[in-house]
């Protein structure tokens, strides 16, 4: 089954961190692509830009409001996220605990509804 794990932090923290600090973080995230990789666990992976980029679109009464930023204020924002395929939740759960984002802020792991 695969399962989205959504990484959830305080986007200003990136801009907090000294030059080495930020090199810590990344190669953190380079050796867990590459042990999630050698598992045959990875489906995908990306990291977003910033919530000041994103655009939210609403339908009401078929018009399309776009307004600019995120849908809603939070003290954590969705930075990347990766789909990995596993047994179960428990092994989703053993990946997600490996994401450096994890010591700062969280990782949502959700099931993938899969449609046939």
């Not at 990344?26 to 830009?49: Q, R, S, T």
């Not at 939210?56 to 990995?84: M, N, S, W």
């Not at 047994?87 to 899969?114: C, F, H, N, Q, Y």
């Amino acid at each position: 089954m695969r399962y989205f794990l959504g990484i959830y932090g305080d986007e200003t923290r990136w801009a907090q961190l000294s030059p080495e600090e930020t090199e810590v973080e990344m190669n953190g995230y380079e050796a867990f692509d590459k042990e999630v990789k050698a598992a045959g666990a990875y489906v995908a992976g990306e990291a977003l830009h910033p919530t000041s980029a994103a655009t939210t679109i609403r339908l009401r009464d078929d018009d399309a409001l776009t307004t600019d930023g995120p849908f809603a204020e939070t003290k954590e924002q969705l930075g990347g996220f990766y789909t990995v395929d596993c047994k179960d939740l428990d092994e989703a759960a053993k990946w997600a605990a490996k994401i450096p984002g994890a010591r700062t802020g969280s990782v949502e792991v959700r099931p993938v509804v899969e449609f046939e």
